[in-house]
C-alpha cells in the first residue's frame, strides 16, 4: 500500500538527461553527415527544386538546434531540482537527529 513516501534517485534522473544530451548529439551528427552527402549529391540542383530542399534541410537543422536547447533546459532543472530536494533532506535529517 502506498504510503505517501517519495523516494528519488539522482543519479537515475542526471543520467537520463544525459542520455538525452547523447542522443541529440548523434542525431545532430546523422544530420550533419546527411546534409553534406546530400549537397554533393544534389550539388547540381537548381532553381525551384533545390530552393525548396534547401528550406526544408534548414528548417530540420533548426529544430534539432531547438531540441538540444530544451534538452540542456531540462538537465539544468533536474539539475537545480535534485540540488533542491537533497538540502531538503539534508535539513530533514538534521531535524531529526536534533
Not at 50 to 74: C, E, H, K, P, T
Amino acid at each position: 500500500m502506498y504510503d505517501g513516501t517519495m523516494t528519488y534517485n539522482y543519479p537515475v534522473l542526471e543520467q537520463g538527461v544525459e542520455n538525452m544530451r547523447s542522443v541529440n548529439r548523434t542525431i545532430l551528427a546523422l544530420v550533419d553527415q546527411l546534409r553534406g552527402e546530400t549537397a554533393t549529391a544534389l550539388g547540381s540542383w537548381e532553381g525551384e527544386a533545390a530552393s525548396s530542399y534547401a528550406q526544408r534541410a534548414a528548417n530540420i537543422q533548426a529544430n534539432i538546434a531547438d531540441m538540444g536547447v530544451i534538452v540542456d533546459q531540462l538537465q539544468m532543472e533536474v539539475q537545480r531540482s535534485a540540488e533542491a530536494m537533497r538540502d531538503q533532506d539534508r535539513a530533514g535529517g538534521q531535524a531529526l537527529a536534533g
